[in-house]
């Protein structure tokens, strides 16, 4: 009898042992496998909003003249082989004129040559296209001129001087450069209107080529041979659209090598066998709560009994942001991991005032006395905020809604967390037909398209949500932010940024719920892991990574 037990321990023994030898092998052997969590639109560089799934395939596909290396802001140079600078003659000294020395060598997915001619024909082209869900406005806002010196020196003049060409205009995927010859014999160059070729197809110059796009299903990605630059290691398969428990469970199996993760996954994902999850940092997406000012009449839900005119008054806003459980929200959904950032330029960015006024903590007491002296307190109000369903964003809108309501019972916050798509489609509306949303913020290296985008009376969501309605003075805040974009002196223009946050503190149009930390889950099998923020999502770039 002890000689069966014997037996049958070792048997069991050998079977945990060759168990736990299956788990730790590498699954998927020469191809990295990512899980998205939605589909790209587009996969053209002039049709591709910011922020949007493209983007993750561009970055791969696609060279630009400069990139963001994987440590951090620092340039490093891309198709153009040196990051100009006015001690090496390439920014000329009024700081009008770049100049960048294009990569000979370099080869366009369908064979052709990389030239100077290419990068100006990208350029104009989405200029040209200006489509509206598009960034042109990356490189018409600020470029004057665009010229071919020779067949390897590309030359840019910009409108005026810019402190953020390099860091916002000539990293952005919108700036990548595609083939001329490719685009001119699939549909060419037709002026607001999208090329069905390139927004299915890429043909660039980058580390990987597109293989197949299985909508729905995955992206393929196959290893560029012919990549003037270091080679990918593996190539990659991009898994689309799978539900955050399919993409814990996928990777805790080995069958995703890396996830798209935010804070919320950690408790199913630390300490899991063979799982890393990478933490440290700050991501440069604020997550922010709009405040509409600029409502179409009657276009409320019906439940809402707040006028169009409710954002007006700056002591609303600013009861909203005293009255949030920032705590609630940075602890519950976040996990720890972030950091309160009540203003529009994250920590980490250039310009950020660690000293300038803040909102970080719940103050019920002058959030009552705001409202009261803009005689809510008594009649109260209800109004809705609409945001994507089942993430983060929905969390904050529910922490939103527990802040504002636990202030007074004559208070109510409708949270509609929507499909994707339906948030997509209110979200791009303009003017948009809601009071509030919720989401993050497009991540940049440079103060400037922040207050741009998300300040400035005349900027991007001033216009939307009419900006200029509310704030007290609002030539004041344009002046700030035009000036800051123009100044290249350091010190004066990081002065300018800290003014800006004084200012926006007291008259403020976003509620800034947390600036999210970086986590990213992938099998301990990937090596050389590197992730940087300033990447488009999921901030990796896979040819950096092996297994």
Known sequence: MRNILIIMHSILLGFFLTMCAQAQTIKNPGILVHAADDEATTLDPAQ???????????LQVYDRLLEFGPSGPELIPGLATTVPTLDNGLISADGMTYTFKIRQGAVFHDGTDLTAEDVKFSWDRIVEMDLPEGQAGVISDIVAETSVVDDYTFQVTLAERSASFLNSTVVSMAASIVSQDAVMANGGVVEGEPNEYMAQNAVGSGPYKLKAWNRGENILLDINEDYWGEKAKLAARIEIGAEPDVRVLGLRAGNYDTIETDPSFVADIEGADGVTLHTGGLLLEPIHVGFNLNIP???????????????????IRQAFNYAFDYEAFLYGPLAGFGEFNPHYLPIGIFGHDANAPVYGAQDKAKAEALFREAGYWD????????????????????????????LSPKFRINVLAVAE??????HAQNPVEYAMWVKNADPFADPHPYMSAYQHPDGEWGEVHGFANGYRNPEKIAELIDGASTELDVEKRAAMYSELQTLLFDDPMWLITAQEGVTMAYRSWVK????????????????????
């Open 379 to 406: 009649k109260g109000f209800s109004v809705s905020v609409i945001t994507e369903e089942s993430n983060l964003f929905a969390d904050a809108a529910l922490v939103l809604k527990d802040s504002i309501e636990g």
């Open 48 to 58: 591709v909003e910011a922020g949007e799934g493209g983007e993750t395939v561009i």
């Open 528 to 547: 050389g892991f590197e992730m940087n923020p300033l990447w488009p999502r999921p901030s990796l770039r896979f040819a950096y990574l092996d297994k």
């Open 421 to 426: 798509a339906v948030f997509d489609e209110a």
């Open 297 to 315: 009449e009657g276009s409320l839900p019906k439940e809402d009994t707040i006028p169009t005119d409710f954002f007006h008054d700056p002591r």
